[in-house]
């Protein structure tokens, strides 16, 4: 889902491939059909930390399309906090929020995606699956350990640009930098600490967001997780909005 699906890019060695055979490639080799994952999201800001936990549960139906469901369980000031992102393969992206302090389900406006998520230095639209590969892509560096991929985003972005540090050794994005839409300077970047084998997968079990101009800092550390389950576990009526009122 969201942005950890630039930090899976996979490519096989073979002929010269342009930047949207990569990413295509790299969709195709790292595709989990559905998963859960447990979350820590650790806020930094200065000497100052506070944590969320969240599940995070997403599905991947036949038509391409991409159910994302984040539900906060801790702490209890947000917990019930409940996100749906729905990525229809060729339609706008639709997202929703229920907040339990109101008891209230919102559908986010395109204008509402450049608000952070529960204080953190992610944004809604970081949290789409798409956002970032979105655009016209590039391969703007190839050296003997890194390819460099650069995607100049569409109108209606918060970023210029994204580009993507890919590891040629790990086969996996290292690095992610944003650029910011009006001054074209970077914004923030996805950086990977940590990485772990998953059968043929490699997994970014720690990510860390940092925002270059304020020096604060979010890190996301998946705890466990279960990829590839069953319709019994993650049924239809999971991920849908009205599921998030429940």
Not at 35 to 43: A, G, P
Not at 90 to 99: F, G, H, M, R, S
Not at 153 to 162: F, H, I, L
């Amino acid at each position: 889902m969201w942005v950890w699906a630039l930090l899976s890019l996979v490519m096989s060695v073979g002929r010269a491939e342009t930047a949207d055979e990569i990413i295509a490639r790299a969709r195709a080799a790292n595709q989990v059909s559905s998963s859960i994952q447990n979350l820590r999201m650790t806020i930094t800001r200065g000497s100052q930390s506070r944590t969320r936990d969240l599940v995070l549960k997403s599905r991947r139906e036949a038509d391409g399309t991409v159910k994302t469901r984040m539900d906060v369980a801790a702490p209890s000031d947000v917990a019930g906090t409940k996100l749906l992102m729905i990525q229809h393969a060729n339609a706008p992206i639709e997202q929703y929020v229920y907040l339990p302090a109101t008891k209230r389900l919102n559908r986010l406006a395109a204008s509402q995606r450049t608000g952070n998520f529960l204080g953190s230095d992610f944004n809604y639209e970081d949290l789409e699956f798409r956002s970032a590969a979105e655009g016209s892509r590039s391969i703007t560096a190839d050296t003997p350990t890194e390819w460099e991929i650069t995607t100049v985003t569409p109108e209606g972005s918060s970023y210029a640009k994204v580009v993507v540090h890919m590891d040629k050794a790990m086969l996996i994005a290292k690095k992610v930098e944003f650029f910011d839409k009006k001054t074209g300077t970077l914004a923030k970047e996805l950086l990977v600490n940590k990485i772990e084998k998953d059968g043929a997968r490699n997994v970014p079990v720690e990510t860390q967001m940092r925002n270059v101009k304020t020096g604060g800092f979010t890190t996301i550390t998946i705890q466990s997780h279960q990829y590839d389950v069953g319709t019994d576990v993650l049924p239809d009526e999971t991920f849908t909005p009205q599921a998030l009122e429940n």
